[in-house]
């Protein structure tokens, strides 16, 4: 399998929210392009990783496998605001990118974007490469989010939308109890100083909080009972109130590590896109969305999942029926919940399979 990782830039480029600055992303190629550039597909990746999509989706993306790079040309691209700002891999403009105008750090200036934002970006990349049509669109969480933009924004360019653990609109629920608070939680910790911060202390107690909140959250009830089995069973009375019980230590140090490239301003803004997850944004309702969808949409959903409902995602796909699209929904089982979308592929590999060949 052939891979290549690139750069794309862009002068200027004007969000939605009308600001214009100079902005880059990276961005990372499996296979081959081939002479009629109708084998692509582009990979939208989740809400915490970065554009390296075999990282994180290796069982599914490569030769001979449901997303068979010996047949299609895969991109993936990093997103805006990527929360991995500090891994050497990741090229994101964001909070944490220096502005010329200031020759300081962005912070809390950087213009609100949304994931429509990346699909005015992303067919800017494509069209430098002289793609005009995508076979498919996919993408889990995030990515899946983006993939359904792409579906309405760009009907004429994708044949096919596949959106893993997502949905249409950001849930409610989903968006008070892990974004908002994540938002707070950053915002309230004493160092980050008004989105300031950089060359200082940073706010890294926030940021913790923010991504225990995304982890805590992010799979099933039963995984924890049974991940943290042995923390339960040697828990033990405190001898006073500031001594951690042994889960909590465990959950600390692991979502401490999983934080080790991650910048807060980036955590904060990658939030408040998600909260602001609406593909009928613009429109005067979702019925006048889903109406512009050419698109084939396969939407998947882990029946486990609290951040992303199932039920959502079904009742999206009944809508498209309603309306005369093709679209189809797939639910299963794991008890890795909302990381199912990630850690259990092969539950719903031969979906995605099917779905790239129907003609």
């Given amino acids: ?102 020759g300081k750090p962005y912070g809390m200036d950087f213009p609100v974007f949304t994931f429509a934002d990346m699909v005015k970006i992303q067919k ?93 959250n992010a799979f099933s009830t039963k995984w924890y009972e049974d991940m943290y089995k042995s923390s339960r069973e040697t828990l033990q009375a405190p001898q006073d109130m500031e001594r951690a019980v042994a889960y909590e230590i465990e959950i600390y140090e692991k979502v401490k590590e999983n934080i080790t490239y991650c910048d807060a301003n980036h955590w904060l803004y990658t939030s408040r896109a998600t909260m602001l997850q609406d593909i009928s944004a613009g429109f005067s309702n979702m019925q006048e969305a889903l109406e512009r969808i050419q698109a084939k949409v396969l939407l998947i959903s882990c029946y486990e999942d609290t951040l992303q409902p199932a039920y959502m995602s079904e009742e999206t796909v009944k809508q498209l029926q309603v309306l005369g699209k093709k679209a189809s929904f797939f639910g299963f089982h794991s008890i890795y919940g909302h990381m199912g979308g990630i850690l259990d592929t092969h539950l719903f590999a031969k979906q995605v399979e099917e779905w790239l060949a129907d003609r």
């Avoid at 052939?2 to 794309?8: G, I, M, Q």
């Avoid at 999509?53 to 001979?64: N, Q, R, T, V």
């Avoid at 993936?76 to 403009?93: G, R, S």
């Avoid at 049509?133 to 924004?153: E, R």
């Fill in 1 to 102: 399998m052939l891979v290549k990782r690139s750069v794309f830039s862009q002068s200027s480029y004007r969000f939605n929210c009308g600001k214009e600055i100079p902005i880059q992303i990276g961005y990372e190629t499996y296979g081959t392009l081939n002479k009629q550039k109708d084998n692509v597909i582009l990979v939208c990746h989740y809400f915490s990783a970065t554009s390296q999509a075999i990282s994180w989706w290796g069982d599914l993306i490569g030769d001979d496998k449901a997303i068979d790079t010996s047949r299609f040309f895969v991109i993936c691209t990093e997103n805006l605001c990527n929360v991995q700002q500090k891994n050497p891999n990741v090229i994101a403009t964001g909070p944490a990118s220096i502005n010329i105008a200031t």
């Fill in 124 to 216: 800017e990349l494509l069209a430098s490469l002289g793609i005009q049509k995508l076979h498919a669109v996919i993408g889990p969480s995030a990515g899946g989010m983006i993939a359904l933009h792409w579906a309405v924004k760009e009907s004429n360019m994708v044949e096919r939308c596949i959106g893993v653990i997502t949905n249409a609109q950001s849930p409610i629920f989903t968006s008070c109890n892990v974004l908002q608070h994540a938002i707070r939680a950053i915002q309230l910790d004493s160092n980050w100083n008004g989105g300031q911060y950089y060359g200082k202390a940073e706010p890294f107690e926030g940021l913790h909080l923010a991504a225990q909140m995304m982890y805590t």
